[in-house]
């Protein structure tokens, strides 16, 4: 399976601020997902990025709040803007799977702590 | 869209009994079913999955049965360990994105 690396593992950041979560897969792939998980809650979709084309976000979720970058096969980012408390979380990049089988890879998660 | 639901939200069991987690979904057209683990503080890491052509799949302790009529799959860990307490999510996926049930957290107790 592929081997995601997700950065920064953590950060404590002012609200009103912005933070930039990158993910780089060591293998290219055509989609790259990005799920936000809330402390003892379920992973949820925030949006899918393809290569070369705007992301595709899910309801609830808008670019202007989290524009995410898709430049290549192998690297996306994802901003959280204009953070507030509520956007403490844990956000999550993904990738399908190259074996027989198609379960997502995750990476190690950004925890976000917004104060 | 898809929705997924997972039932219980927690289970405690004995070690060495068995454990089953229930999930259901709505969409028909989903047609892959992946089961995670996650521990604290790790992600989650894919455990078992099954596909909508197999009734079953099993591998050791854990298998996984889908019913495709009734849109449930399961989720069986039997001789169940000190360290197979985590919590489980459910899945379920018709193409390219998927979606999580609420999770189930599994203590074993020695």
């Known amino acids: 399976s592929a081997v995601i690396s997700q950065k920064p593992s953590r950060d404590i950041c002012q609200r009103g601020t912005s933070l930039t979560i990158q993910c780089q897969v060591d293998s290219q792939v055509t989609m790259m997902f990005w799920y936000r998980q809330q402390p003892g809650q379920s992973l949820t979709l925030i949006a899918t990025?393809?290569?070369?084309?705007?992301?595709?976000?899910e309801s609830g979720f808008v670019i202007d709040k989290f524009p995410i970058s898709r430049p290549n096969l192998t690297f996306s980012t994802l901003t959280v803007s204009n953070m507030s408390p509520e956007d403490s979380s844990i956000y999550l990049c993904?990738?399908?799977?190259?074996?027989?089988?198609?379960?997502?890879?995750f990476g190690s998660g950004t925890r976000l702590t917004v104060v | 869209g898809e929705n997924v639901e997972q039932h219980p939200s927690t289970l405690s069991v004995q070690e060495g009994d068995s454990a089953v987690i229930k999930c259901t979904y709505s969409d028909s057209a989903s047609n892959y079913f992946p089961w995670y683990k996650q521990e604290l503080g790790k992600r989650p890491q894919l455990i078992i999955d099954i596909r909508s052509n197999v009734g079953e799949k099993k591998d050791q302790r854990i298998a996984v049965t889908l019913n495709k009529t009734a849109k449930h799959f399961s989720l069986h860990i039997t001789e169940t360990q000190p360290e197979d307490s985590a919590v489980y999510f459910c899945a379920a996926s018709a193409g390219n994105d998927m979606r999580f049930g609420a999770g189930t957290r599994l203590t074993v107790k020695p």
């Open positions: 990025a393809n290569q070369g084309s705007e992301a595709t976000y």
């Open positions: 993904s990738v399908e799977g190259f074996t027989a089988s198609y379960g997502y890879t």
